[in-house]
């Protein structure tokens, strides 16, 4: 793509397109339904930068929705993943979104990247981490549109990740799935949030907590803001909450920081009260 292409393609885009090709880049893949969410609000519900006009109703936005997409789709700006959520039965609002090639370079350019991001099918696992992480962003920015909280920053993977020396001197990355800044009243709050769709055993959980816990020795953070942020794991369910909570409270080291509070372990529905803080927090 030359940078006249470019440019005369940037000309027949609109704001909500482009709007969504950045949320591509920035989540990496998104149901159609996850972009209806985004951008194409219905009726009364907030809008944001780039989310075009309100439609009467859901059945309204969700045509809308897919007749926006097959267009980008047509010029490669985006592609549909084979595997759809939920099956052939979910018809549109399974099918699973990702950057095509045009839609690459075009935010490559815009960006000023030099690094090609090479898209090709990802796993099945990966996919339902991933839709999972977006589904909790755009929960944050939804609550914010409602003023519920105000969104002070939110980082996706890689963005969110830090780099800290550990307790040896060697480099070490943490890598939280979700990073925000929210606030309420006179208060700030800050989030490290662990996407769990109940894959992993126990004794990784222990271990991402541990390295949660080397980096708030640092200070890093602590010395840029003034606290460290509450890690909170998102669960599918109470069972799940149970055995992460069981597995963390197991752990000598990470007694004291249970007590503080500093690890939270809530199910996808009660993260809502938890960001607002109307939620009943873990125990």
């Known amino acids: 793509m030359k940078c006249n292409d470019i440019a005369s393609l940037l000309e027949a885009l609109s704001e909500r397109d482009l709007a969504i090709l950045e949320s591509l880049r920035v989540h990496r893949a998104l149901t159609t339904i996850l972009i209806r969410r985004l951008h194409f609000p219905i009726g009364g519900e907030p809008r944001e930068v780039g989310s075009g006009k309100s439609h009467a109703t859901e059945m309204a936005a969700a045509v809308a929705t897919i007749r926006v997409l097959t267009r980008l789709e047509s010029h490669r700006l985006i592609a549909r993943l084979h595997r759809r959520i939920g099956g052939v039965r979910a018809g549109s609002t399974g099918i699973v979104w990702q950057l095509g090639a045009s839609g690459e370079r075009l935010l490559r350019a815009q960006h000023g990247d030099t690094a090609r991001r090479r898209y090709s099918e990802p796993s099945p696992s990966f996919v339902a981490h991933t839709l999972a992480s977006a589904d909790l962003a755009i929960q944050l920015q939804e609550l914010a549109r409602a003023g519920a909280i105000e969104l002070l920053r939110l980082e996706a993977e890689p963005e969110c990740w830090r780099t800290f020396l ?28 662990e996407t769990d769709n109940a894959t992993e055993h126990a004794p990784v959980i222990v271990r991402k907590a541990l390295q949660y816990q080397q980096y708030a020795a640092t200070g890093t953070h602590q010395q840029a803001h003034g606290l460290f942020p509450i890690v909170a794991w998102v669960v599918p369910d109470s069972k799940r909450q149970a055995a992460i909570r069981a597995a ?36």
């Open 166 to 193: 550990s307790a040896h001197g060697a480099r070490a990355w943490l890598k939280p799935d979700l990073f925000a800044i929210t606030a309420g009243g006179d208060f700030e709050h800050h989030w490290f949030i």
């Open 248 to 283: 963390l409270e197991s752990e000598p080291k990470l007694r004291d920081l249970a007590a503080d509070r500093m690890f939270q372990v809530v199910t996808t529905k009660e993260f809502p009260g938890l960001i607002t803080g109307t939620g009943q927090a873990s125990p």
